[in-house]
């Protein structure tokens, strides 16, 4: 049995003495068992991932107008995702409706980018969420250079670089959730999401009626 503190120790000593973080004990506790043939399967998607990434977007039960005037529905999809969002105008669907079409998306469009981005690079799960959370909100992770930084170690410029994603500036404080999530195991959601209202004829979400709902059982069902 390796002891893995002297491993530890050294790499501590390299780098000047400075203590790690949870993250990148996490890290390099996970590259020392794929050395030696032993580390554990790619994380996949999982409920509280999915709770996270819906505490950054919310739920609309109808299709509406975002701020770019882009028409959207549920959990922040729009067409791009593959989704006929126009269906959904006027027409609003229960929240397990709405979350089944955000769970599908998540695994069959967003996830499978996610994961080749990383191919070499065993996510785990604080890492997989805000990585797909990233990825769901920008549809950037093949590109992002802080991708590529977290493969080849430098994780003080891949923190760096995830904030440079940071327009409209209302984007920020989601940006640095994500950053705290991935490199440091953060998270922020507690399981209650907020469900807005359309107000018409403008089809903006009547963000003074927003309602917390707790979507945890219905997430449950969805992903067993």
Known sequence: MIDKTIIFAEVKRLRGGRAFTQAEVSSLDQAIDRALGMGPPPVILTRRAALEIICHEAIVQEAYKDSKGIWTWSVGLTNAAGINVLAYKDNPQSLEVCLAAYINRLKTAYLPAVLEAFHDYPLQEHELTAALSFHYNTGAIKSASWVQ?????????????MMNWRKPASIIERREKERDLFFDGHWCNDGLSLVYPVRKPSYTPDWGRAKKVDVRPIIEQLIL
Do not use: D, L
Request: glycine letters at 8%.
């Open 149 to 161: 930084s977290v493969r080849h170690g430098h994780i003080e410029q891949a923190k760096v670089e």
